[in-house]
């Protein structure tokens, strides 16, 4: 954790407010004086006041996150005005989208394969003898739960493709908590138009 | 679009203030920004950008914006306002870790598969597939690789 004396050098959060930084000031422990970018757009994006609301709300083990996470999206909003955080969240789902239909078509045909339905081509294979496929697990990528998130308390289930965005408002879907690895959205027919 | 956000604004102002303006007890102008994207049936949708962004620093935004951006920019807005007020320390960014990892998981699955395939039908057939592009973050913000979240408690690095 990043810590400013304010004995030595005002954070980079009362240098850019022209304030005199206070043993005890707030800010001082996430917004180094060295990183003045960090703290201009937090607060271009949020606000000093509404960040200050926001720390003071959680734990304060909980904050140094909380800063990075509002500096994360703030750069995000400054570099993508329109979209911000949320047209990465938009290009990684169609990532994992794309992703997830090449591994099932993969899985399909390695059960085709395995089921003997499809020649495997091989020059040593006979055509009169069945081709007996290499002993391996052989479902362990079709049951795989792709949909699991590690690590979280999710326990998923059958992967299912996360809906398209959802806008909870114009749409009318809820928005799942994400923190503790919930599911992504509540349904489809998110606005395609990003 | 713009047209249809013209006409917005002028049937919502003409008849019952917007959200923003209820909720800032404030006079719901001809002009006002806020109007054809905080209808007055969704003053959950302005309470939740307020407390987030603050009325002003949205007011800035839109301003800064051409109006066929606009709807899409206030969506946004709400999307990641709501995320932070049901996790306070992630919003919306524990998502998109999540959906790193996930994208990592499903890349590492679709390699296994791959080789598994290639026992049966010879590896030239998918080596040009396994090695496809791959990444987890988010090139075009360039910001994935720079951030690092301490595991206390969170959804790791990413």
Known sequence: MASSSSYNSPCAACKFLRRKCMPGCIFAPYFPPEEPQKFANVHKIFGASNVTKLLNDILPHQREDAVNSLAYEAEARVRDPVYGCVGAITFLQRQVDRLQKELDAANADLIRYACNEIPSGLPHMSSIQPITPPQRSIDHYPNRRIGDIDGGGGGGGFYQSPPSFPYPYANHHQWNPSGSGGNLGGGGGGQGNM | ?158
């Open chain 2, 1 to 158: 679009m713009y047209a249809v956000v013209k006409v917005k604004e002028k049937i919502l102002s003409s008849n019952s203030p917007c959200a923003a303006c209820k909720f800032l007890r404030r006079k719901c102008t001809q002009e006002c920004v806020f109007a054809p994207y905080f209808p007055p049936d969704q003053p959950q949708k302005f309470a939740n950008v307020h407390k987030v962004y603050g009325a002003s620093n949205v007011s800035k935004l839109l301003n800064d914006l051409p109006a066929t951006q606009r709807e899409d920019a206030v969506n946004s807005l709400a999307y990641e306002a709501d995320a932070r007020l049901r996790d306070p320390v992630y919003g919306c960014v524990g998502l998109i870790s999540i959906l790193q990892r996930r994208l990592k998981q499903v890349q590492t699955d679709l390699d296994n598969a791959k080789r598994e395939l290639a026992n049966y039908i010879g590896p030239s057939a998918v080596l040009p597939i396994l090695h496809q592009g791959r990444f987890w973050g988010c090139p075009e913000l360039g910001l994935s690789e720079r951030l690092s979240i301490s595991s206390n408690s969170g959804p790791g690095t990413f």
